[in-house]
T-cell receptor
Framework: KNEVEQSPQNLTAQEGEFITINCSYS?????LHWLQQHPGGGIVSLFM???GKKKHGRLIATINIQEKHSSLHITASHPRDSAVYIC????????????FGSGTRLQVQP | DTGVSQDPRHKITKRGQNVTFRCDPI?????LYWYRQTLGQGPEFLTY????????KSRLLSDRFSAERPKGSFSTLEIQRTEQGDSAMYLC??????????FGPGTRLTVL
């Protein structure tokens, strides 16, 4: 079983829809990252959080440490949001590298 | 500074050849990470440096792989005797202690 699981694996939405991507993890963590990857490979960090909720523009990330679960929400989705969204955790074992989920491929149709 | 850069962006090689990739981190970042990503999967950790010291290596990093960061700035990742299974995107990231990681554009390796 992977230490970081994401759902859904693939998601197709219509422009304007509210989108939720989920991430569950089975290990103790010190931080969780949400990353965005566009075709061609470039990865952009969206959020790093260890508790509560963060908001940036139309993106909202939440984390529940007790339930070992995080969600990424996109409000008023747009075709330019089409990308792969990756959840990654920094384990609390002292390891400094990220452990990644396999990503959620989002396609927003106009 | 425009961010993390990687060179080359694409590399096609024949099985058995050696390849070397370079990563230039954001200049003040003391941590540098190498990851590998195969198609449809999330990245997997390979190795990480703090300054010039290589502090952790994944079991994925076989003896054909070697990484260096000689002056604590840029880093190189060499793969010797490449195999078709080495075909992947090789990603570099850098950070300060305790902060988020910033990723480079990646080097896509194809081994024929």
């Amino acid at each position: 079983k992977n230490e970081v699981e994401q759902s859904p694996q693939n998601l197709t939405a219509q422009e304007g829809e509210f989108i939720t991507i989920n991430c569950s993890y089975s290990v103790g963590i010190s931080a969780l990252h949400w990353l965005q990857q566009h075709p061609g490979g470039g990865i952009v960090s969206l959020f790093m959080l260890s508790s509560g909720k963060k908001k940036h523009g139309r993106l909202i990330a939440t984390i529940n440490i007790q339930e070992k679960h995080s969600s990424l929400h996109i409000t008023a989705s747009h075709p330019r949001d089409s990308a792969v969204y990756i959840c990654a955790v920094l384990m609390d074992t002292g390891r400094r590298a990220l452990t990644f989920g396999s990503g959620t491929r989002l396609q927003v149709q106009p | 500074d425009t961010g993390v850069s990687q060179d080359p962006r694409h590399k096609i090689t024949k099985r058995g050849q050696n390849v070397t990739f370079r990563c230039d981190p954001i200049s003040e970042h003391n941590r540098l990470y190498w990851y590998r990503q195969t198609l449809g999967q999330g990245p997997e950790f390979l190795t990480y440096f703090q300054n010039e010291a290589q502090l952790e290596k994944s079991r994925l990093l076989s003896d054909r792989f070697s990484a260096e960061r000689p002056k604590g700035s840029f880093s190189t990742l060499e793969i010797q005797r490449t195999e078709q299974g080495d075909s992947a995107m090789y990603l570099c990231a850098s950070s300060l202690v305790g902060t988020e990681q910033f990723f480079g554009p990646g080097t896509r390796l194809t081994v024929l």
